[in-house]
């Protein structure tokens, strides 16, 4: 079972919408959670934006012991130490993992919004959060969905599907876990 669980305010459409879309892509029953709230601690006032670490924090206190992933949504601007933003961030080889919304979207650049981009967007970096979970790391291949977002242009090139080779190493982790 994956547990997909808003950090923050998260549009409940969204959260149904990527929990069918999940279940499809990782052949697991995914269940959504009650809102968390976002870490007051783990807010950075000078950059405004939300360090990575402390939402993987909350994460890790959610009373799922039968979860084999959590992925946290927010629709907050995080960094982890060393990057001006982040897109995500998972445990590798763990079972906790985020994607950060708000530089998804069209009118973070002052674009007229895209629900139908920003939906895609937002399966993209929740995929490929989770196949960090997995323990799978950046491909090389900038269509394989574990390619290492840079920018939000890249995220568009790769999409949301595996390689081959990722989905080789994917589901041979895979089957050390039950289903």
Wanted: charged share 25%.
């Amino acid at each position: 079972m994956i547990v997909l669980a808003p950090i923050g305010p998260v549009p409940s459409d969204l959260l149904s919408w990527l929990a069918e879309r999940l279940e499809e892509a990782f052949g697991r029953r995914v269940v959504v959670a009650e809102t968390l709230p976002l870490p007051a601690t783990g807010y950075d006032p000078r950059r405004r934006q939300y360090r990575g670490d402390a939402l993987i924090g909350v994460l890790r206190t959610l009373p799922y012991p039968t979860a084999e992933r959590i992925l946290g949504l927010t629709d907050a601007d995080c960094y982890a130490p060393g990057l001006n933003f982040i897109f995500g961030q998972a445990t590798a080889d763990g079972r906790e993992a985020f994607v950060a919304l708000s530089r998804l979207r069209q009118s973070f650049y002052n674009l007229p919004e895209d629900p139908t981009l920003f939906r895609r967007r937002a399966l993209t970096e929740a995929v490929h959060e989770l196949g960090h979970t997995w323990g799978l790391p950046h491909c090389p291949d900038p269509h394989c969905v574990m390619h290492f977002s840079n920018t939000l242009h890249d995220t568009d090139v790769k999409g949301a599907d595996f390689c081959l080779r990722c989905r080789r190493r994917l589901s041979r982790g895979r089957s050390n876990t039950s289903l």
